[in-house]
Structure formats: structure tokens, C-alpha cells
């Protein structure tokens, strides 16, 4: 059994310190085993579980917690040859072989058995480790398509005959779904760690939208499709803005351009207006990976007092470094020009200092036009209000007679903020949610 201080390429793990106190118990275990130090060996021992069930129970593991926690270190740990692998498959040369190393110590490592030292240690937690069943399936702590993935990752590695088959799956899942967060995940916030330093962070608990959940507005979505399908395969697209009435489905679209795309490599990065300063570090951490990332900024708008969107229109386009060709961005916005006009801006007379209004006028304007994709989400009419609400309904299977349906989506939208398609998804759960009650 070697040590995990032999490994050349893995390392640098989250939540390493069970895998530095595993190895130490083991390597004692089987190499300088005294029975004057059972005590510390039980402590040691019972702490290593109390901190795979706390990762089981945050993550959702279940079975081998032992195999599953090794899996985890593998699918998160981005080094030369995970990253190599993500980007361009199967590697030769020197860093196969030190992959090769690496990865014989973890077949070591999944195939120890650890009834020996339960067994002298009289701990009685084999069971547990080995056999873990999770009772947290409606946790919004872990994302469970993720979950599955590294479950099965990790039954997979555990079956494999050699350690060239262990390798392959490993490589397999690299390839197929990444390494890390960005691999795992499909939308991520920005955060600033204790030193200050930008952090992002996956987004766990993600809401399932899809472009068929928002009814109607077909020329929009197919707008929106045409430049997000240029952009995951490798062809010229835009910065795209997505403007109209609020509660017109704005949001919702990009999050089901998010579902839509995710396979193909497609990833998220939500960035609000107090973030602008952040984006070139953002950048900086993504430009090189094996995705497309799009840096989405909602209901972004500023008043005529705010500055912030010239910082935003350098990192758009204009800054001596090239945006990446895997970075975009995506915003959606209540105003057509984002940024608040008055009509003093549109007096092209002089002012005292000799500049024109005129030229305030195209330095908002400017922004706009620094999205190459202006997609307009308009408030629907009754006709198309109504027909939201049918088809909400239908997908609902909520048994109404049409004409009792419509009668009291139009007086709930008269009370609740008129007609959108918020206000008919709105209507729609108040009937689900007093169904009981009918």
C-alpha cells in the first residue's frame, strides 16, 4: 500500500485531510502496528468516518463511502492530465506514465480492505463505510444528475480488472463530462474568497427550465437557438441582449439555452451589475478550458448617474486583450437602451463645457450596440395571454371548463400586474395550489 505523498499528478485535493489521515492509519496499520496506540488508531479511524459521512450526506453518496470519496478526489482534481484528457482525450508520453502512477495508487487504494482494521480495532463501522444508504434525496445541497454520475463512476472503477482499465473509465468520463467544477456543473455564481480573490462557485440546486416551457415568442427563441448553437460549435456568434416587458420569459429562455446546451459543453456563469470589476479575473480562469462559457447578467439596467456600463463596454469590446472565442455575453434588460435617458440627452444643443448632448446620447447608446444580438420579448396580447394559460393549463392537466378558466385568469391578471407570461405561470400555480380546496 503506498502513500499518498507518492502521487505525482493528484494532488492539491478538496478535503484531502481524510485521504492524508487514511493513508497514515493504513501505512501504520500494515507497517509499524502497535497495539499501545489502538486508542489513537480508533480515534483516528472514527474521525475518517464522521468525515466521509458528512461528504456522503452533503453530496448524496451512497454505498461504498471509501470508493465513492476516492471517486470524488478524481473527478474534482484539475491537474496536467485531467485537464489534458478533457480537452483532447487519450495522452502518450511522459505524463501517461505519471497518470499511470498515479492511478495504479488509487486502484491500490479502492481495493483495500478495510475489515482488518475494523476487525482489530473492535470499531464495529465497517458497515457503515461500506454500506451507507442516503436519506437526503430532496437535499437542495447537491446537484443529483452530478451525484449519479460519480456514483456510477465509482462502481465502475471498483469493477475494473487492472489498472489500464481503470485508467480507461477514468479517461472516459474526463472526455465525456470534464474534470471539476466546471465538468460537473451547469451554472456557477461568483464569490470572493477570505484573501479577496474571485471564486466561482457551481450552482447546485438549478432550476429545470426548457425553451418549451415558455409558450409562444417562436421567432425569439429561434433568434436565440441560431447564436447559442454558432457559439457551442466553434462558429463566429454575438454578445446577445434579450429586452422587453418584464415577466416576458426573458430569464427563463437563457435558462433553457443553459439545459439545452449543457451536453455540449455549454456553462453558465451569473454575474450581477456590483461584479463588472470581477469579469476580467472571471475570463482569466475560464479562457482555457474545454467549454463555452456564457457570463449572464440579469435585468441589467443603470441610471444616468451610474458609470459602471463603461467598464462593461471595455470588457465587452474594446480592451487591448481579445474577449476568448469561448466566452459570451448574455443579459437581459427592461429597457432597450439600458441605460436611463432623459430628454435632455436628446437636446443637441451645446452646454457650457462645449460638449454636445448629442454625444452623451450615443455614449449610452454606445453599450447597446456592443451586443451584436438584440432579441425583443414583448408583453402578449389576450389573445396570446389566453392561449399561455391554455396551454399552461393543459401541460398542468388541470380539468377546468375553458370558459371558467379564462374568466378568472383575466380577473388575476387584472389584480396581479396584467397580462404576461409571469402573471399566467402565477395564475396557473394558484390553481395548483388550491386544488384541494375545488
Not at 494532488?11 to 507497517?31: C, K, P, Q, V
Not at 499511470?100 to 486502484?107: A, E, G, T, W
Not at 450581477?272 to 435585468?299: G, P, T
Request: proline share 1%; glycine share 6%; hydrophobic share 40%.
Amino acid at each position: 500500500m503506498l502513500r499518498d505523498k507518492e502521487l505525482l499528478l493528484y494532488r492539491g485535493f478538496n478535503h484531502g485531510d481524510i485521504l492524508d489521515d487514511a493513508s497514515e492509519l493504513i501505512y501504520e496499520y500494515e507497517f509499524g502496528y502497535d497495539e499501545e496506540e489502538n486508542e489513537r488508531y480508533r480515534a483516528l479511524l472514527f474521525s475518517i468516518a464522521h468525515r466521509l459521512i458528512e461528504l456522503a450526506y452533503s453530496h448524496g453518496y451512497t454505498g461504498n463511502l471509501w470508493q465513492m470519496y476516492l471517486t470524488y478526489l478524481l473527478v474534482n482534481n484539475e491537474n496536467a492530465y485531467s485537464m489534458a484528457v478533457e480537452l483532447k482525450g487519450h495522452t502518450e508520453g511522459t505524463l501517461n506514465d505519471a497518470a499511470l502512477h498515479d492511478l495504479r495508487i488509487f486502484k491500490d487504494m479502492f481495493e483495500y480492505d478495510l475489515a482488518g482494521i475494523d476487525e482489530n480495532l473492535n470499531a464495529g463501522c465497517l458497515s457503515i463505510l461500506t454500506e451507507y444508504n442516503s436519506m437526503n434525496e430532496q437535499s437542495k445541497m447537491f446537484n443529483k444528475r452530478v451525484r449519479d454520475r460519480v456514483c456510477e463512476l465509482s462502481v465502475a472503477l471498483a469493477a475494473a480488472e487492472d489498472v489500464q482499465e481503470f485508467k480507461d473509465i477514468l479517461e472516459s468520463f474526463y472526455k465525456d463530462f470534464g474534470v471539476g467544477k466546471f465538468g460537473l456543473h451547469k451554472a456557477f455564481r461568483v464569490e470572493h474568497d477570505a484573501q479577496d480573490n474571485v471564486v466561482i462557485k457551481p450552482i447546485t440546486n438549478i432550476a429545470h427550465v426548457y425553451l418549451e416551457d415558455l409558450v409562444g415568442y417562436e421567432i425569439a427563441k429561434q433568434k436565440l437557438i441560431e447564436n447559442t448553437e454558432a457559439f457551442v460549435e466553434g462558429r463566429p456568434a454575438n454578445n446577445c441582449l434579450l429586452f422587453g416587458d418584464a415577466g416576458t420569459g426573458k430569464s427563463s429562455a437563457i435558462k433553457g439555452i443553459m439545459n439545452k446546451y449543457y451536453d455540449k459543453g455549454l456553462r453558465l456563469i451569473e454575474l450581477y451589475k456590483h461584479q463588472f470589476k470581477d469579469i476580467n479575473d472571471i475570463i482569466a480562469q475560464v479562457k482555457n478550458r474545454n467549454y463555452r462559457f456564457i457570463i449572464y447578467m440579469d435585468d441589467l439596467s443603470f441610471e444616468d448617474f451610474e458609470t459602471d456600463y463603461k467598464y462593461l463596454k471595455a470588457v465587452i469590446e474594446g480592451g487591448l486583450e481579445k474577449k476568448p472565442d469561448n466566452v459570451l455575453i448574455y443579459a437581459t434588460s427592461n429597457r432597450r437602451h439600458l441605460i436611463k435617458e432623459t430628454w435632455s440627452d436628446r437636446d443637441d444643443i451645446k452646454v457650457d463645457n462645449g460638449i454636445h448632448k448629442s454625444d452623451t446620447m450615443q455614449e449610452k447608446l454606445s453599450l447597446v450596440y456592443r451586443f451584436g444580438v438584440t432579441i425583443y420579448f414583448g408583453k402578449p396580447d389576450k389573445k396570446e395571454f389566453n392561449n399561455i394559460v391554455k396551454v399552461l393549463a393543459e401541460r398542468n392537466n388541470i380539468d377546468m371548463p375553458e370558459d371558467e378558466l379564462l374568466l378568472e385568469a383575466g380577473r388575476w391578471e387584472l389584480a396581479h400586474g396584467g397580462l404576461s407570461g409571469r402573471t399566467a405561470v402565477q395564475y396557473v400555480d394558484h390553481i395548483l395550489g388550491t386544488a384541494h380546496k375545488l
